[in-house]
């Protein structure tokens, strides 16, 4: 049985795509689209393998579509993005707090610290998704195969 025949009637979802889960060299994939499942963690060329197979770490080859993924390098871009959204969330939010309530200073160093920990690690392997599926759909620097 081919892949084709494998994912009929898998069930609802994006990457239910029948020709995007069958390997093809010439695959197109919108932009949006690929940020978008990268941004889910997923394959950005079928939408339904995982991108990561631990929390950063990315898969060398996706198992549904069998692209490969181990020569793009994301480098520095996660971080600086998962600081960007952080503090944009974080930043109003001790401002609006501050100006509502009266925290002791022991309470505000321990809840914004958290907050703000527990914000980018939630934030970090998304953005990691993304700048994979950006690299990738556009082929642009970072990856090592042209």
Known sequence: MSLQGQHEGAGGGEGDDVNE????????????????RGFLRRCPR???????????KQV???V????????IR???APP????????????PLIFVVDSWFSWPNWLVMIVWP???VLLALAVLPRAK??????????????SERR
């Open 21 to 36: 889960c069958v390997p093809a060299v010439a695959t197109k994939v919108e932009l949006p689209r690929a940020i978008w």
């Open 74 to 76: 994301a480098d520095d």
């Open 46 to 56: 079928c939408g339904q393998g995982a991108l990561f197979k631990a929390y950063l």
């Open 80 to 91: 600086w993005l998962t600081i960007l959204v952080v503090g944009h969330i974080v930043v």
């Open 129 to 142: 998704g993304v700048f994979i599926a950006l690299i990738w759909a556009t082929r642009a620097p970072g």
């Open 114 to 116: 958290v907050i703000t």
């Open 60 to 62: 060398d080859i996706c």
């Open 64 to 71: 549904v579509c069998r692209e490969e993924y181990a020569h």
